[in-house]
């Protein structure tokens, strides 16, 4: 039988008790140094600036457009653009919406009484080809001709900040940032339901809108997509409000969407694939209908005037975001607020 | 009905958050403006949020060990994002509230989960150093909610303001005394 000698009988107390203090000293330190609610601050160095320049740089490689043509504008504040009947190209902003041809030639203006926030022109399948739909804050105008007089259709109340209209064949979406919600009309402007709601089984998620951009697209797919920005996601709807697809991740990654609430702006190709424009970090990409990442049209080296604007913190230079259309010929429109003008890519 | 169901508890929510504004984000304002009452026709130092450009000298060039200048938050402003840029630097490690992730070098912003998806974040005055990281973040993609203020319960009125001779875009001036603070209301994306 084994016998435990002596000396190390006596000894093993003292190497437990050792243990145990050894033990309690590290917990002690664990709790005291644990700081899960990160209030001793971060651990980035101190000389750490907020700088995102480096993710401002884009492998040029994936820029599969080049800029085939540019229309200053003479407007303070242009909000919307959208693509009309034979590729002509309209822009919203200040009270008018400013109308050139395919090339860039002003060829007519309407004069609003109120300030545009957005606006798309309906296209040959519409119920009323060539109408042209402009949100104002909280109503739609509508203009049957560009020298017709408008019909306004009923406000969706105070709290309605409209951010997009897209008209499909006997329908028209408008989505509302200060509602999050997308609201869905007949051609005559009667209200027919709205899409954001969170559905029977209650498992649709709720549009997240933190700031107002909140656009919407209808697909060839005979879907209509929307930005849920919050969520950093394009989701795909039937026009009775069923989700049917949701993409996208966040990151600063170029296949993801940057910043806290993104994509800002949103256009459809007219083969399906999806456009998207990013705040913040300015950057207009192609996904395919998937949201497949498939390329970049334009980034921040021509979308930022200089590389500080991006993170002023001065209202009056904040970069306003991209607004986005395509027309048939899939031209991808660029409505750069920054500079005040129009951009139109093509495929290299 | 109006709205998704989670907005009734977020309206009331930001209802409250409204109200309590000038006691949470902007504590300092309230102490400052108890510590001035009654000094009509007296001036004092202000920074205009929509002429600073959170260069960082705030932090630095105060008199005061630790400066007069403090962030404050604009909840009306806010979008109450889970992804605040103000809060985490531009890749966090994780989106959680350690300290690893955070971009405020002093942990004085406070992260409080409100429903899903919405949080509130709240400066804990004692700790900010008025180092504008935070406001550089919120600008970049938020709202611009974040931005720095003098507090009056700390700010020593000197004479010539050290951090005003150091502002590269003259952002300070003298306002009066019984209405000191040039708050922000809405930005320019509204
Ligand atoms: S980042 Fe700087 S300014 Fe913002 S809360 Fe922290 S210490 Fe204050
Ligand atoms: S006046 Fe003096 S104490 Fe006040 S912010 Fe300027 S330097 Fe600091
Ligand atoms: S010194 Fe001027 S620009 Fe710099 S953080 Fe202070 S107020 Fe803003």
Excluded at chain 1, 50 to 64: G, N, T
Excluded at chain 1, 85 to 113: C, M, N, P, T, W
Excluded at chain 1, 253 to 280: H, M, Q, W
Excluded at chain 2, 138 to 152: D, E, I, P, T, W
């Amino acid at each position: 039988m084994l016998q435990q000698n002596p000396p190390l009988r006596r000894l093993l107390p003292i190497a437990l008790g050792g243990l145990l203090v050894a033990v309690l000293v590290v917990a002690s330190l664990a709790v005291l140094l644990y700081d899960p609610s990160g209030e001793a601050g971060n651990r980035l160095p101190e000389n750490f600036q907020y700088d995102l320049s480096a993710f401002q740089k884009i492998d040029p490689a994936l820029i599969r457009y080049r800029q085939a043509a540019e229309i200053p504008l003479e407007l303070k504040q242009p909000r919307g653009i959208a693509a009309g009947r034979e590729d002509q190209i309209l822009v919203a902003g200040d009270r008018a919406v400013l109308i050139f041809d395919s090339h860039g030639k002003k060829i007519s203006q309407i004069d609003l009484a109120d300030e545009p926030r957005c606006l798309a022109v309906a296209g040959q399948d519409h119920a009323v080809p060539g109408r042209i739909y402009v949100g104002l804050k909280d109503r739609l105008a509508v203009f049957d001709a560009a020298d017709a007089p408008p019909k306004t259709w009923e406000t969706r109340g105070l709290k309605a900040f409209f951010t997009s209209v897209a008209p499909a064949e006997h329908d028209v979406f408008v989505a509302d940032a200060g509602n999050k919600i997308v609201w869905r009309y007949d051609v005559q402007g009667k209200l027919l339901g709205r899409i954001g709601d969170p559905g029977p089984d209650g498992n649709i998620p709720p549009f997240i809108v933190p700031s107002p951009y909140f656009d919407v697209a209808v697909s060839p797919d005979g879907l209509l997509r929307a930005v849920n920005p919050g969520r950093f996601q394009i989701e795909a709807f039937t026009f009775d409000g069923f989700l049917e697809q949701t993409w996208g991740l966040p990151g600063l990654e170029i296949s993801r969407f940057c910043g806290c609430c993104n994509p800002s702006a949103l256009a459809v190709l007219p083969d399906g694939r999806i456009v998207t424009g990013e705040k913040g970090i300015a950057r207009v990409k192609v996904y395919n209908a998937e949201g497949k990442f498939q390329c970049v049209v334009v980034g921040p080296d021509v979308l930022t005037p200089t590389p500080a604007a991006v993170a002023e913190s001065r209202d009056e230079h904040r970069l306003l975001p991209v607004d986005l259309a395509a027309d048939r010929q899939g031209r991808i429109l660029v409505l750069d607020p920054a500079a005040r003008r129009v951009r139109i890519f093509v495929e290299k | 009905m109006d709205n998704p169901p989670t907005t009734p508890n977020r309206r009331r929510f930001l209802a409250t958050a409204l109200r309590a504004a000038g006691a949470l984000g902007l504590g300092g304002l309230t102490a400052g403006l108890a510590a001035k009452r009654g000094r009509t026709g007296e001036y004092v130092w202000q920074l205009d949020p929509q002429k600073c450009i959170a260069c960082g000298n705030c932090a630095t060039y105060c008199v005061l060990d630790e400066s007069a200048v403090k962030c404050v938050h604009s909840f009306a402003m806010c979008g109450y994002c889970d992804l605040c840029t103000g809060y985490f630097p531009p890749e966090p490690i994780e989106q959680r509230t350690g300290a690893e992730n955070q971009l405020c070098p002093t942990g004085a912003i406070q992260r409080a989960f409100i429903e899903d998806p919405y949080f509130e974040y709240r400066i804990l005055r004692d700790r900010c150093i008025g180092c504008g990281k935070c406001v550089k973040g919120c600008s970049a993609f938020g709202n611009g909610s974040l931005y720095l203020q003098v507090q009056h319960d700390r700010c020593l009125n000197c004479n010539e303001c050290a951090i005003a001779v150091a502002c590269p875009s003259q952002a300070f001036r003298r306002v009066p005394a019984d209405d000191p603070y040039l708050l922000k209301v809405r930005g320019k994306q509204a």
